[in-house]
């Protein structure tokens, strides 16, 4: 059993910031990917985020320079800072993790709940 648990997501100002951050528990063998989604009313669920094992990033256009993700390996955890806020990132974020429970099992993507954003004036 694994389970993602996130934290950080709240109301806050345009301009202003939030840092995310999302755990891993449970019992698995490895990490691998790690990435945040976001999804607004009506819209599909979109990347924002993501970082390899080794610490690549990715990220979306519209959040570049804005965004880092970062990853502590010893705290199976992934985290999103936020700054400068638009509106238009308000949206439920999603972590995302690849995740291999053990050697003869192939890697499964796991999700957490997700954790609203509201960027409001």
């Known amino acids: 059993q694994v389970q993602l648990v996130e934290s950080g997501g709240g109301l806050v100002q345009p301009g202003g910031s939030l840092r995310l951050s999302c755990a891993a528990s449970?019992?698995?063998?490895?990490?691998?990917?790690m990435g945040w989604y976001r999804q607004a009313p009506g819209k599909p669920r979109e990347l924002v985020a993501h970082?390899?094992?080794?610490?690549?990033?990715n990220y979306d256009d519209s959040v570049k320079g804005r965004f880092t993700i970062s990853r502590d390996n010893a705290k199976k955890t992934v985290y999103l800072q936020m700054n400068s806020l638009k509106p238009e990132d308000t949206a439920v974020y999603y972590c995302?993790?690849?995740?291999?429970?053990?050697?003869?099992?192939?890697?499964?993507?796991?999700w957490g709940q997700g954790t609203q954003v509201t960027v409001s004036s």
């Open positions: 995302n993790a690849g995740i291999k429970l053990v050697w003869y099992l192939k890697e499964n993507n796991y």
């Open positions: 449970g019992s698995f063998l490895t990490i691998n990917a």
């Open positions: 970082i390899t094992s080794g610490g690549s990033t």
